[in-house]
T-cell receptor, first 113, second 115 residues
Framework: AQSVTQPDIHITVSEGASLELRCNYS??????LFWYVQSPGQGLQLLLK??????LVQGIKGFEAEFKRSQSSFNLRKPSVHWSDAAEYFC???????????FGAGTTVTVRA | KAGVTQTPRYLIKTRGQQVTLSCSPI?????VSWYQQTPGQGLQFLFE???????NKGNFPGRFSGRQFSNSRSEMNVSTLELGDSALYLC??????????????FGPGTRLTVT
């Protein structure tokens, strides 16, 4: 069955420290991959996407993600987090022809001073 | 460009009633998708419309329906509301187009509470 897994439900990180959020997917072929962020009471904002090509993609707000086909992973990273990065982060995938996004359960990030 | 707008933002309904939610996509976008977000089930795809046609559908009962108008605005309707329908309903728009997947841009959502 097709699935998206975000193994970490909650991560706490100190301001200025690095952050890595994990995402694994299970699909027959390489899907299109996305990371979204949701602040409390808000909709989802697209951070970055991978369709093809360079496996390291840059996004907004200083985030980047690396696609690893051998590990079926698309992990999100940020070298130095800011207090404003506290939010819930969702990994999402879409099969190449289908249009619906399948989301992981999300990872809540808490930033401590 | 203005973003995706959803109305109303908050709604309280009674079990058994029906509700209609509205979504206006980004100008020029022809695809509108709807998602349900709950603490227990997370984000789940409801359906997607492109050029007034339902192109894709998730695993929800027939009580959930939608439509799209010629100006790409979309509505979703839930009939015979149940307590479990309480959720944040998110609308997303994308340029659409045959054979390609575009990133989706989300609205702020409509918070539906069923009592």
């Amino acid at each position: 069955a097709q699935s998206v897994t975000q193994p970490d439900i909650h991560i706490t990180v100190s301001e200025g420290a690095s952050l890595e959020l994990r995402c694994n997917y299970s699909y027959g072929a390489t899907p299109y991959l996305f990371w979204y962020v949701q602040s409390p009471g808000q909709g989802l904002q697209l951070l970055l996407k991978y369709f093809s090509g360079d496996t390291l993609v840059q996004g907004i707000k200083g985030f980047e993600a690396e696609f690893k086909r051998s590990q079926s992973s698309f992990n999100l990273r940020k070298p130095s987090v800011h207090w404003s990065d506290a939010a819930e982060y969702f990994c999402a995938v879409a099969p190449s022809i289908d249009y619906k996004l399948s989301f992981g359960a999300g990872t809540t990030v808490t930033v401590r001073a | 460009k203005a973003g995706v707008t959803q109305t109303p933002r908050y709604l309280i309904k009674t079990r058994g009633q029906q509700v209609t939610l509205s979504c206006s996509p980004i100008s020029g976008h022809r695809s509108v998708s709807w998602y349900q977000q709950t603490p227990g089930q997370g984000l789940q795809f409801l359906f997607e419309y492109f050029s007034e046609t339902q192109r894709n559908k998730g695993n929800f009962p027939g009580r959930f329906s939608g439509r799209q108008f010629s100006n790409s605005r979309s509505e979703m309707n839930v009939s015979t509301l149940e307590l479990g329908d309480s959720a944040l309903y998110l609308c997303a728009s994308s340029p659409g187009g045959s054979g390609l997947v575009y990133e989706q841009y989300f609205g702020p959502g409509t918070r539906l509470t069923v009592t």
